[in-house]
């Protein structure tokens, strides 16, 4: 297909409202362990148990190759489905290792109680060892920081490696409340005149409501028999997935944007409290697409994403180097996905078009471009309406400025995002 058929099969696709599931609350959304930790730009799960019961049966094997906090894994395994997620981002991992692990309750709660008596020996007179990073200090006030340093080493005495990673991801999601982060920005920004939770007591609620999400798993997985299968997470790069060729039957991913490299500034509280890095700068550079990466022998293996290039290049050469490498970078990816997929296997992507400097970088068409490049085929395109619940809906055309539901020049801001169905040749 040319890049013009390619553009002209994408925007006539209508949307398809039974894709967008806005009947479905947030407890639908975040139901069994799905609701463990906050995570940007997650899929809903409903987009993935759908993907799978059509394209997979029993004992298949569905693969991630971008695993975001867990969200095909955790369907895959309560649907029978062997599961391997790959996500270069240790935070990613550290949230998706608890969430697709049920643990016997019954466990659990004698884990709480010793973890409690633990707890509950501190005092602001004893000795407690704190971090030593000026990333934290800016972040954290003296006595939140003491708390959390103390519940931080009391979880990392528990023998069993389930259990702390259990109580991790609980330490990870209290710690944005626990700082001066401003609580309704995922963006990095401090609020100076925040007043921050109490960690112990944010810590309970946290544990108790992810008890709950563990006891549905757990009881879920035990009813249909699927508690032992297998489900994987492995901190590496995307265009490495540990799996044989033609291994996989289905992989559903929703890969970050250009941007992705953002997602360092985002998890930096557990980034650096867990010591997945020293140096947010390095952090960012192991992202795909990032402005760090070498620009040699790029090969976008797609006309729409050259044509991207070069209108980028007339405003922003260093967005146009940025965009060159992340549709590069893809591109690679997509080799990866092909050979670890059998024949006829799919891959479903999940991926909404954007733009920079006044540019459109249609992601959609540039991934459907490459998939058919190196030998993939169009197998279904769905247009799918995301409703937000969190996001404001519409920008001003002028100033490109989130704007109110009824301003003047209005436009919608990433309403809508493709699910591209391909199938290996």
């Not at 013009?4 to 975040?30: E, G, N």
């Not at 309750?105 to 501190?122: D, G, H, T």
């Not at 180097?321 to 999940?350: A, D, H, P, W």
Request: one cysteine or more.
């Amino acid at each position: 297909m040319s890049k013009d058929d390619i553009k002209k099969v994408l925007s006539k696709i209508q949307i398809d409202h039974t894709w967008s599931f806005a009947d479905k609350t947030r407890k639908d959304t975040a139901y069994i362990t799905h609701g463990y930790h906050r995570y940007p730009a997650k899929f809903i799960p409903q987009i993935v148990s759908r993907l799978a019961e059509k394209y997979t049966k029993k004992n298949d094997l569905v693969v991630d190759p971008f695993g975001g906090c867990g969200t095909t894994l955790v369907e895959s395994k309560i649907l029978g489905r062997r599961s391997i997620g790959v996500d270069i981002n240790p935070v990613a991992v550290l949230i998706t290792k608890a969430k697709i692990t049920p643990i016997s309750p019954i466990k659990l709660e004698e884990a709480l109680i010793e973890l409690k008596s633990k707890l509950n020996s501190y005092s602001e007179h004893i000795k407690v060892e704190l971090p030593i990073h000026d990333r934290i200090d800016y972040w954290f006030k003296t006595e939140e920081k003491r708390k959390l340093a103390f519940i931080f080493k009391k979880i990392s005495e528990l023998k069993d490696q389930d259990i702390r990673d259990f109580f991790y991801c609980a330490f990870s999601n209290i710690l944005k409340n626990c700082s001066i982060w401003l609580q309704k920005s995922n963006k990095p920004t401090r609020d100076l005149v925040k007043i921050s939770s109490e960690p112990f007591s944010i810590f309970y609620r946290q544990i108790k409501m992810m008890m709950r999400g563990n006891d549905r798993f757990y009881s879920i997985l035990s009813e249909r028999g699927y508690l032992n299968t297998p489900c994987d997470v492995y901190c590496t790069d995307a265009r490495k997935i540990p799996t044989n060729d033609s291994s996989a039957k289905l992989i559903v991913t929703s890969p970050p944007y250009v941007t992705s490299y953002e997602y360092a500034d985002l998890h930096q509280l557990t980034a650096l409290w867990f010591e997945y890095t020293k140096d947010l700068s390095d952090f960012r550079k192991r992202f795909i697409g990032t402005s760090y990466h070498n620009k040699k022998n790029l090969v976008l293996n797609s006309n729409i994403a050259e044509e991207i290039k070069n209108q980028l290049l007339k405003v922003d050469k260093k967005k146009a180097e940025e965009v060159s490498t992340y549709f590069s970078e893809m591109n690679q990816v997509f080799v990866e996905m092909k050979r670890i997929l059998i024949k006829g296997g799919k891959t479903c992507i999940v991926i909404g078009n954007t733009s920079l400097k006044g540019v459109d970088i249609l992601n959609a068409e540039v991934f459907t471009e490459q998939l058919i490049n190196i030998g993939f085929k169009i197998t279904e395109i769905i247009k799918r309406e995301i409703p937000s619940k969190n996001l404001p809906s519409v920008r001003d055309q002028k100033t490109g400025k989130f704007a109110k539901i009824n301003s003047n020049n209005k436009k919608l801001a990433y309403p809508t995002e493709y699910i591209l169905v391909m199938e290996k040749i």
